[in-house]
């Protein structure tokens, strides 16, 4: 009896331990901030508005890459680097898009730096709540 009273309390003690771990586990697996038809879009967009300075690839030419370790944007959150694009770039001629376009050519970014595509659109709303790191 004593011992089906301690299996059982060691059952439930378990069970709480792994529930707990459940929200730490879920929590790496990043919920995409944009659509894959943004990223599509955005594509296009960056290689007419941007690619001529910062690389057909986001590589950088005469001005900074935006891509991987070397990214001007690394460690950034995603609402800082709509926030920068759309008042600073295209260099020359800011705030010149359309603030579709600048969403578009974000997500486009964030899918060459490896973050997912979801099912909810990218928006300055959205950016500036989401937790992901350029
Ligand atoms: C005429 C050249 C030119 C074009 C076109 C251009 N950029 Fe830039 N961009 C620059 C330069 C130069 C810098 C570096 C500015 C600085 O560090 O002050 C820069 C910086 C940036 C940064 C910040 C990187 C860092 O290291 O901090 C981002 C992000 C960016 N550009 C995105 C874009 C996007 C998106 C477009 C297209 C809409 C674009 N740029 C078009 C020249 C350009």
Redesign the pocket.
């Known amino acids: 009896m004593r011992s089906t009273i301690r299996i059982v309390a060691l059952a439930t003690a378990a069970l709480v331990a792994a529930v707990a771990a459940a929200p730490a586990r879920a929590a790496v697996k990043e919920t995409g901030v944009y659509t894959k038809d943004q990223a599509a879009a955005g594509s296009k967009e960056?290689q007419a508005?941007?690619s001529?300075?910062?690389g057909a690839n986001l590589e950088g030419v005469?001005?900074?890459a935006?891509r991987g370790e070397a990214s001007?944007?690394k460690g950034d959150s995603v609402g800082q680097?709509l926030t920068?694009?759309s008042t600073q770039?295209?260099?020359?001629d800011p705030g010149s898009?359309s603030t579709a376009e600048y969403d578009d050519?974000v997500a486009y970014i964030l899918a060459r730096n490896g973050h997912p595509a979801g099912a909810t659109a990218l928006t300055p709303a959205s950016a500036k709540k989401s937790t992901a790191k350029l």
């Open positions: 960056y508005k941007c001529r300075c910062h005469s001005a900074p935006l001007g944007l680097a920068f694009v770039m295209p260099a020359g898009l050519i």
